[in-house]
């Protein structure tokens, strides 16, 4: 591969540039200046810094042949439609199947922001020789050269149509706009304990950054689209900007977010996305990696866990896949622009067609094996209910709507409480007054002023006795006076205590796994680690407490960061009876009950799981005959034409074809576990463009698969496996694939 488009003198080896692709795919961690380096101690030649600007234009123009090349094979199979990727990112989710049965949520996402993949801006200052010897300066400039190379594929969303949903356009959008009254929810407290919910922190960023990072947007399994961060933080716009490309494509979706709760407030209230989103029926969900960290009355609204046809997703692959992207990081610092979305869309274009696919069949199978585990706790939980005296399982259902109810009240005073307190105070400035009036007297304008204002006291307290039905005004010692200034004096101490009691609730799911079984010594630290440094809130809290306690007549026990930490259950928080409602006594407030119901809803994601999963897995079975069977016949029919193109779409069906004797391994095994109802026989698909011939489904018998063989042990744990059932189980694969090309 030549170095420069006229009169070359230098040209790197393709077996050079293919070694170098493949593995900087999987270490991105290697950059070009050390590969060249390799080579030139492998030569036995001295280094050159030039050799590293003539490796990487030769790399960019082999980048760019295989692209073309890609094109080319795309186009020939009718693949170069517009969002054809991403109508095809998953054979799991997006493959549909005639005859199947509708699910709650079609289709699962995950989304999050990722500062790593930040570029450094190539600035420039230059001294202002009109300055007087003050070192002034011009404003800094880009020292980039323009570069309007686009990287292949369609997994990036466009600055431009990011921009289009930016903060700066909204405010001419919302003249006149009221969002739906049926999605209007009251604050629930999340807002101040995630940065990336508040303004004035996403909208700032180090001006030293160009690109600040990455926002992506994956489906249970694959990469669906990626947008860049720039020059900011994590944005709304972001997240608007990926909602409507998936919705516009894929449609109806549930997408997991660390800021779920509060994003799907603000996707309801923008006057486009809003319609767009409630019209296909869009819904924002809290993950169960970050929804602890939220508040309970979030959580019991949006957290996964008790949300209807999520099952057992988590809803944090965001966070496993940045887990190994990150490695780029290291190499697309200090790159350009063009030369960063380039790693990142190989990167992104390699993980799935290599490593997702190849695993798809072992995550399916994780997570059916998952379920049924799940599954198998519906003994002990029907025990748990003998032993609690809990009637039914609708029991569950109502404590967690009484939850939420006391939750909410915790929010705010009672109502006759608080007009019993400000008529108190009212009575109190009016009588306070009629004793300026008589010191006053003898000073016109202050007689004149305080006789208004007593006037102005003496309407408010006459609305309040009308308010509150009093039939003879209050008096100083009277029982009633008496009885309302101890509410004053202890209001400051009670909402203390009630906004301390709403934070211990929405974190007594973090605490109470601290002893839950299974959980280690060092999971305990951990947990108790991030609890202290997410939840300052409940340091205020306490703090506020302690105030107002040692403030009282008679002063109440003061208390520490370390007894909360170290109280488990409601029983243990001995201050908690002093609520106004005491909940001790309360089936969802007991440990027991609390761990009960939330095995009951475990169990109802578990049996969600399991349908999904007994829809994906047929879904994947068809998939694979379809795409072998299209892709056989579409070789042999471009061959006549073209047969070097005919050889490119050869490797393009063997670069993920390559792993589907592996997955029939598996998916048989899984057919052979107890507790299975799926199928693993083909259906018909849908979409009929990968349709061969008459269509036709071959519905033939799954070969008989060693009993104890489980579909887990692929690769480097099958070492050990006995060769004659390995060879039994491949002749068994064997025959499954034969039949399945039969009609070919």
């Known amino acids: 591969m030549p170095c420069s488009p006229f009169a070359p003198t230098v040209a790197i080896t393709v077996r050079a540039l293919e070694v170098f692709r493949v593995t900087r795919l999987r270490c991105p961690r290697l950059g070009i200046q050390p590969y060249v380096r390799a080579l030139c101690d492998i030569h036995g030649v001295p ?27 795309l186009k020939a199979l009718g693949r170069n439609t517009p969002n054809w990727r991403l109508k095809n990112a998953c054979p799991a989710c997006l493959y549909k199947l005639e005859g199947e049965v509708d699910l709650p949520l079609p289709f699962l996402t995950t989304m999050d922001g990722n500062n790593s993949l930040r570029r450094f801006q190539q600035m420039s200052r230059q001294d202002d020789d009109r300055g007087e010897g003050d070192g002034s300066s011009q404003p800094s400039r880009s020292k980039a050269r323009e570069d309007q190379r686009v990287p292949a594929g369609d997994y990036y969303l466009s600055r431009e149509a990011v921009d289009k949903w930016a903060k700066e356009g909204l405010d001419d959008l919302m003249k006149g706009y009221s969002s739906d009254p049926a999605w209007v929810e009251e604050d629930d407290g999340c807002t101040e304990r995630w940065s990336n919910m508040r303004d004035e922190i996403t909208s700032h960023a180090l001006s030293m950054y160009d690109e600040t990072g990455i926002f992506l947007s994956l489906c249970r399994l694959f990469v669906l689209v990626v947008a860049d961060m720039v020059q900011s933080g994590e944005l709304g716009k972001y997240g608007f900007a990926v909602v409507d490309h998936v919705l516009n494509v894929i449609g109806e979706h549930g997408a997991g977010y660390d800021i779920g709760c509060e994003f799907g407030k603000r996707v309801n209230a923008h006057p486009m996305l809003g319609p767009h989103a409630r019209s296909h029926r869009f819904r924002s969900l809290v993950g169960t990696f970050h929804g602890h960290a939220h508040n309970r009355r979030c959580q019991l609204c949006n957290l996964a866990t008790y949300v209807t046809g999520v099952g057992l997703e988590d809803l944090k692959e965001c966070e496993s896949f940045f887990s190994k992207s990150n490695a780029l990081a290291s190499s697309t610092r200090y790159a350009t622009a063009f030369h960063r979305k380039q790693a990142i869309t190989t990167y992104l274009k390699h993980t799935d067609t290599y490593d997702t696919y190849q695993s798809l069949s072992a995550l399916l199978a994780a997570k059916y094996k998952r379920a049924l585990d799940v599954k198998r706790g519906a003994r002990t939980l029907r025990e748990t209910m003998i032993r609690l005296g809990i009637p039914d399982v609708k029991t569950f259902e109502d404590w967690l709507a009484a939850e939420k109810v006391f939750l909410a009240g915790l929010e705010r005073e009672p109502p006759e409480e608080t007009l019993q307190m400000e008529y108190y105070q009212t009575l109190q400035m009016e009588y306070y007054q009629k004793l300026v009036n008589l010191r006053a007297a003898e000073l016109e304008t202050q007689h004149r002023q305080a006789i208004e204002l007593r006037d102005n006291l003496v309407v408010a307290v006459h609305e309040l006795e009308v308010r509150l039905d009093v039939a003879e005004r ?21 909402r203390a205590l009630d906004h301390l009691h709403g934070l211990v609730i929405a974190r007594l799911f973090e605490l109470t796994k601290c002893d839950m079984s299974g959980t280690g ?21 306490i703090e506020q407490y302690n105030a107002a306690a040692v403030a009282l007549a008679v002063p109440r026990e003061r208390l520490t960061w370390e007894e909360v930490v170290d109280y488990t259950f409601l ?13 001790v006594s309360e089936g969802w407030a007991q440990p027991a009950g609390r761990e009960a119901m939330d095995q009951y809803f475990k169990l109802l994601r578990a049996d969600e799981e399991i349908r999904r999963l007994n829809i994906e897995i047929p879904r994947f079975v068809t998939y694979m005959r379809d795409e072998e069977r299209f892709l056989r016949c579409e070789a042999r029919r471009i061959f006549r034409e073209d047969p070097a193109l005919a050889h490119q779409v050869t490797l393009y069906r063997m670069r993920q074809g390559r792993f589907n004797d592996d997955h029939r391994h598996r998916l048989m095994g899984l057919s052979k576990t107890p507790g299975f109802s799926g199928s693993i026989l083909p259906g018909m698909a849908v979409n009929k463009e990968r349709l061969v011939g008459d269509g036709a489904s071959p519905q033939s018998d799954v070969p008989e698969v060693p009993h104890e063989f489980d579909g887990t042990t692929l690769g480097d744990d099958d070492e050990d496996d006995d060769e004659d059932k390995a060879d039994t189980l491949e002749a068994a694969v064997t025959v499954l694939r034969i039949s399945a090309d039969a009609s070919t």
């Open 571 to 583: 029983s243990d928080f001995d201050l908690l009876r002093l609520a106004r409602t005491d909940i």
């Open 47 to 73: 280094f050159r810094s030039y050799l590293s600007t003539q490796f990487s234009i030769a790399f960019d123009v082999y980048l760019a042949t295989l692209a073309e090349v890609d094109e080319r094979v």
């Open 474 to 494: 209050w008096q100083p010692g009277s029982d009633e006076w008496s009885e309302a200034a101890v509410l004053v004096a202890h209001r400051r101490y009670q």
């Open 521 to 541: 010594y060092k999971m305990r630290k951990h947990i108790a680690k991030a609890l202290q440094a997410r939840s300052r809130a409940i340091k205020t809290a």
